[in-house]
T-cell receptor, first 111, second 113 residues
Framework: DTAVSQTPKYLVTQMGNDKSIKCEQN?????MYWYKQDSKKFLKIMFS???????INETVPNRFSPKSPDKAHLNLHINSLELGDSAVYFC??????????FGPGTRLTVT | AQSVTQLGSHVSVSEGALVLLRCNYS??????LFWYVQYPNQGLQLLLK??????LVKGINGFEAEFKKSETSFHLTKPSAHMSDAAEYFC???????????FGTGTKLQVIP
């Protein structure tokens, strides 16, 4: 069984569109995260939820909106996509303060 | 506040040679330290972690790291490189209790046959 799963794995879309990425974890963790990894492999935290409550909200454009319907799910919705949004987005989960388990990533390409 | 510096964005070693990937950290509280590995087109996978206790930490795939508080370092080593070790390696730091995890910029390890 996959511990942290993301859908879709690849996402190709045009500028201006709205898209969502879904994440699910079956590890029973209480904290989930979204990271953005750029073309130089730099990994940047975007958001973190603990028990469905937003605890980290880095300097991210308002076009990005996370939603956590329950502890096991954290989705990322992106409005009005821009070329600079092209990256790999990783979901991760952990027990608060412990090591994180990462999903396989979603490669977003905006054309 | 916390930060991580990984010296060397690219490291090349010969198969069978020692692997040494350097990581220095800065933290205002006692740190938790991690090394993750990322294989091409995959997510990050935990190699090892230091929280408290023994400063020499052993991880998966023969890797180990030593926490040196006086040097604020957490370097990753492996005695003998294998071709399958070729990947991107990330050092990360967080604080005891909860603080967000800060990742270094990564070191790409190339293993030469």
């Amino acid at each position: 069984d996959t511990a942290v799963s993301q859908t879709p794995k690849y996402l190709v879309t045009q500028m201006g569109n709205d898209k969502s990425i879904k994440c699910e974890q079956n590890l029973g963790h209480d904290t989930m995260y979204w990271y953005k990894q750029d073309s130089k492999k730099f990994l940047k935290i975007m958001f973190s939820y603990n028990n469905k409550e937003l605890i980290i909200n880095e300097t991210v454009p308002n076009r990005f909106s996370p939603k956590s319907p329950d502890k096991a799910h954290l989705n990322l919705h992106i409005n009005s996509l821009e070329l600079g949004d092209s990256a790999v987005y990783f979901c991760a989960s952990s027990e608060l303060g412990n090591e994180q388990y990462f999903g396989p990533g979603t490669r977003l390409t905006v054309t | 506040a916390q930060s991580v510096t990984q010296l060397g964005s690219h490291v090349s070693v010969s198969e069978g040679a020692l692997v040494l990937l350097r990581c220095n950290y800065s933290s205002s509280v006692p740190p938790y330290l991690f090394w993750y590995v990322q294989y091409p087109n995959q997510g990050l996978q935990l190699l090892l972690k230091y929280t408290t206790g023994a400063t020499l930490v052993k991880g998966i795939n023969g890797f180990e790291a030593e926490f040196k508080k006086s040097e604020t370092s957490f370097h990753l080593t492996k005695p003998s490189a294998h071709m399958s070790d070729a990947a991107e390696y990330f050092c990360a730091v967080s604080g005891q209790g909860y603080q967000k995890v800060t990742f270094g910029t990564g070191t790409k390890l190339q293993v030469i046959p």
